[in-house]
């Protein structure tokens, strides 16, 4: 029992970790792999959502009279808009990939919180974004699963 609910809990942050741990460690099945670690994966998925929800309201509501009063001070002069070079990544990155590469990536290259952070602030409007989510954790662990099960051994050797 001890085992599934650690399995879940670092599922939920950082999923592709998880998978040597639950296979060789634990000894988990096939089935019981891909079970366990899409519940922490799912769990982390909505857990992290609401959490990037409340904090962009709160950084929101903090900062907002800062902003507008920033805005309203320099209205008068028409300043043109620096953009930095992080500034110029991000839009770069989300203006070539979008929506389906944050998704594809979440679960491998990101971790299931900031790959959940940068949904919700980027695509808010998109209703199936985290059935997307979802969907890419349910098909990357039976891609995992199957790796470290079956192929696994080979590449130890």
């Known amino acids: ?58 950084w929101n509501k903090l900062f907002r009279n800062r902003l507008r009063n920033l805005k309203n001070t320099y209205k008068n002069k028409k300043k043109k808009r620096v953009f930095t070079r992080r500034n110029r ?17 979440t679960p491998v290259l990101l971790s299931i919180p900031v790959g959940v952070f940068l949904v919700v602030r980027y695509y808010n409007l998109d209703r199936w974004k985290f059935l997307y989510l979802v969907a890419s954790n349910i098909v990357w662990s039976i891609i995992y699963t199957a790796f470290y099960m079956f192929w696994g051994d080979v590449f130890s050797k």
Do not use: D
């Open 1 to 58: 029992m001890i085992e599934i609910i650690t399995a879940i809990l670092l599922a939920s942050v950082k999923y592709a970790l998880t998978f040597p741990l639950a296979v060789y460690e634990f000894k988990f099945s096939f089935f019981e792999t891909v079970l366990w670690l899409n519940v922490g994966g799912i769990l982390g998925v909505y857990f992290f959502a609401y959490l990037s929800e409340g904090a962009l309201r709160l």
């Open 89 to 105: 990544r991000i839009i770069n990155i989300k203006q070539r990939y979008g929506l389906p590469g944050i998704i594809i990536t």
